[in-house]
DNA sequence: ATGGTGGCCCGGCCA
């Protein structure tokens, strides 16, 4: 089974490469963040041909969550417990092949200065509540997406660099935490334990050929799904090349259950 | 260099 997670940053803008990396990768799961689209809007056609079925949470222009499987797309719930109560179409989940999938897009954040990084806090915290009040630890549970948080210094490129600055501070980092605590793992470490590997990296300046960039896209696993991981890709080719998105995906192979 | 690029969709917001 393969579960992967990219923020797309405009689906319709990156939907060629979008079909070209599920040819070439073939997940089974895949949660899509930024899709920027209306539920109306979404290509369930194209996704079909693919052989993958969709639950899409999106209003139009910002944000829009998707999660597309070839292993069954079962109650899917678009929000936290309704479409409207999520702050803007950040969480969608399905049940897929037996794994109660996930896909967020934690708000940004901006500056910890700024009342988006209050929201952000605001909204794991929400995030928090919804996983306690609807599930338990020994579930099959993913939380796929974009989290817009460096889980420690080692997932960017200068700690110096970001002195001040958002997707690295103590708050947003023990807010991360509290889902970590509460049974979920951040299975990308419990195969790589080096620093300086991203999974986001700025359009400016040449940042991703200077090899400035962030590991802020997570696939968090309770440990009944962690302990299958067989191996954690975050797929850096994806970042190469005409029009890409800004974000790399994240692709985990998981063995058999039992 | 307090900049830069890219997406939305055409002036300005958002990342």
């Known amino acids: ?16 490469r979008v079909v070209g ?7 089974d799961i895949l949660c899509l963040q930024e899709t920027k689209l209306a539920d109306g809007a979404f290509p369930v056609g194209e996704f ?29 719930v678009a929000g936290f417990s309704s479409p409207e109560d999520d702050y803007g179409c950040r969480i969608v989940a399905a049940t897929c092949g037996g794994i109660r999938v996930h896909s967020v897009y934690v708000p940004n ?34 939380v796929c997406g974009d989290f817009n948080i460096a889980p420690d210094d080692r997932d960017v490129w200068d700690p110096a660099a970001f002195e001040g600055a958002t997707h690295v501070t103590d708050p947003e980092r023990r807010a991360l935490g509290v889902l970590l605590e509460w049974g979920l793992e951040d299975v990308y470490r419990r195969h790589h334990a080096d620093g300086g590997v991203f999974s986001w990296w700025d359009y400016r300046a040449g940042d991703f050929h200077q090899g400035r960039g962030m590991r802020i896209d997570l696939v968090l696993l309770t440990e009944s799904l962690a302990r299958r991981s067989q191996s954690v890709l975050i797929d850096r080719n994806a970042r190469k090349g005409k029009k890409p998105s800004d974000h790399a995906p994240v692709l985990v192979e998981l063995g058999p259950a039992g």
């Not at 993958?52 to 070839?70: F, L, T």
């Not at 929201?119 to 630890?137: D, Q």
Request: proline share 6%; charged share 25%; glycine share 10%.
């Open 109 to 142: 954040g901006r500056s910890p200065d700024h009342e988006q990084y209050g929201f952000k806090l605001v909204w794991l915290a929400r995030l928090a509540s919804f996983l306690t009040e609807h599930y338990r630890p020994g579930d099959d549970l993913a």
């Open 1 to 16: 089974m393969r579960l992967a997670t990219w923020n797309v940053n405009s689906l319709t803008a990156r939907m060629p």
């Open 21 to 27: 990396w599920i040819e070439e990768h073939q997940p």
């Open 48 to 76: 079909a041909d693919l052989g993958y079925e969709a639950a899409h949470h999106g209003d139009g222009r910002w944000n829009g969550v998707a999660i597309v499987s070839r292993v069954g797309v079962e109650d899917p």
